[in-house]
């Protein structure tokens, strides 16, 4: 085997050979990102609708196609309003997930407020536990200066996926408060510092080099016109 594509294959056959084995194991299957657009397997199973063409063999093998890895990559890439001053930020999103640049800000505005060092990841909120995780530790140690309570916190954090965000009490007196500290206006937008990993990486690559590597390219494209 050489390809993504192959290695899923060869496991959904042999998944198959099970009763109900896409049922009980489908999740299993080691590769989560495939297609020219190295889209998430699980974006694309969650935004199948307005798919222009019929799925013959399902979500995943469709992502492997040309027209499908273009399509839910752009999908991807573009189908979210976001207040971005340039498309970096959307390349690093593509990699980190939705607002991650918008969040990773955020992250850097409470560092600033509460004096915690945080990791500029994007994530606000565990998603993988109802514990508050080290952003939301942060901001309840201001939670003085925000006059709100922790559940006020955790409800506001929780809109972190959505352009939404921006419009909450939270997001407003956090920068409110990191501008007057700074005496100055502090980023909206950072690229976050997630380090990738993938078994085909071997360098100390980030989040923060795939979408400037992508920007260039785009750039180069743009110059050609």
Request: proline share 4%; aromatic share 10%.
């Amino acid at each position: 085997m050489k390809t993504e594509k192959q290695l899923s294959a060869v496991f959904d056959d042999f998944i198959d050979m099970v009763p109900m084995g896409q049922t009980l194991f489908g999740s299993l299957n080691p590769v989560h990102t495939g297609g020219p657009m190295q889209v998430s397997i699980a974006f694309a199973q969650q935004h199948t609708d307005g798919y222009p063409w019929k799925m013959e063999a399902g979500v995943r093998k469709e992502v492997f196609s040309l027209r499908g890895g273009l399509w839910f990559g752009t999908r991807h890439l573009l189908n979210y309003p976001a207040n971005y001053s340039a498309p970096l930020y959307r390349f690093a999103d593509f990699n980190a997930g939705w607002y991650a640049s918008r969040n990773a800000a955020f992250q850097h505005a409470v560092s600033k407020v509460s004096g915690v060092k945080l990791a500029l990841d994007g994530d606000l909120i565990r998603y993988d536990s109802d514990e508050p995780g080290t952003t939301e530790l942060a901001v309840r140690r201001v939670a003085g200066q925000l006059a709100m309570s922790d559940d006020d916190i955790h409800r506001q954090l929780k809109k972190g996926d959505s352009l939404a965000f921006e419009k909450t009490d939270l997001y407003q007196q956090v920068f409110r408060l990191a501008d007057k500290k700074a005496g100055k206006a502090v980023p909206r937008e950072i690229l976050p510092g997630i380090q990738l990993e993938s078994p085909k990486i071997t360098r100390n690559l980030t989040t923060a080099w795939f979408a400037k590597r992508v920007d260039e390219r785009r750039a180069s494209c743009m110059a050609r016109r």
